[in-house]
């Protein structure tokens, strides 16, 4: 993905579900840190090629803007501005304040679609 971007593509990610659950900030967190160990015939692969390294800024956008450009629809949604659908999340964490490390840790407090809340999680209180 790095090098895509160093060369000024658009690039997307999205998730192989059923393939692999669609664990989104594990996956962020892996492409920011490449330092996730993935399973490969029973054994552990280390470090993913540290010259691939995302920035937070990065890994977000593909998720989001990235997305929406690769399905034609950067007018309807993937950035938050007048006139597009208002589809966000609300997390229990900031991730560009976090160690990189620590992203796969956050959740989704709060969903809105079209700008209306679609899910909430349960208080923990």
Same mark, same amino acid.
């Given at each position: 993905?790095?090098?895509l @971007?160093? #060369?000024?593509?658009?690039? !997307?990610?999205?998730?192989?579900?059923?393939?692999?659950?669609?664990?989104? +900030?594990?996956?962020?967190?892996?492409? &920011?840190?490449? /330092?996730?160990?993935i399973?490969?015939?029973?054994? @552990?692969?280390? &470090? $993913?090629?540290?010259?691939?390294? $995302?920035?937070? /800024?990065?890994a @977000?956008? !593909?998720?989001?803007?990235?997305?929406?450009?690769?399905?034609?629809?950067? #007018?309807? +949604?993937?950035? =938050?501005?007048?006139?597009?659908?208002?589809? +966000?999340?609300? $997390?229990? #964490?900031?991730? =560009? !304040?976090?160690?990189?490390?620590?992203?796969?840790?956050?959740? &989704?407090? /709060?969903?809105?679609?079209?700008?209306?809340?679609?899910? /909430? #999680?349960?208080?923990?209180?």
């Amino acid at each position: 993905m790095k090098t895509l @971007l160093d #060369a000024g593509a658009h690039v !997307a990610y999205g998730s192989d579900w059923p393939v692999d659950p669609p664990d989104y +900030f594990d996956a962020i967190e892996t492409g &920011v840190t490449r /330092e996730r160990a993935i399973a490969v015939s029973g054994t @552990l692969a280390g &470090v $993913l090629g540290a010259d691939q390294r $995302l920035t937070i /800024e990065q890994a @977000l956008r !593909a998720y989001t803007a990235g997305a929406a450009h690769q399905l034609r629809r950067d #007018a309807d +949604f993937g950035t =938050l501005a007048p006139g597009k659908l208002a589809d +966000f999340i609300v $997390l229990n #964490a900031n991730p =560009l !304040a976090l160690d990189p490390r620590q992203i796969s840790e956050i959740e &989704v407090v /709060e969903t809105y679609v079209g700008g209306e809340r679609a899910y /909430e #999680a349960p208080s923990t209180e």
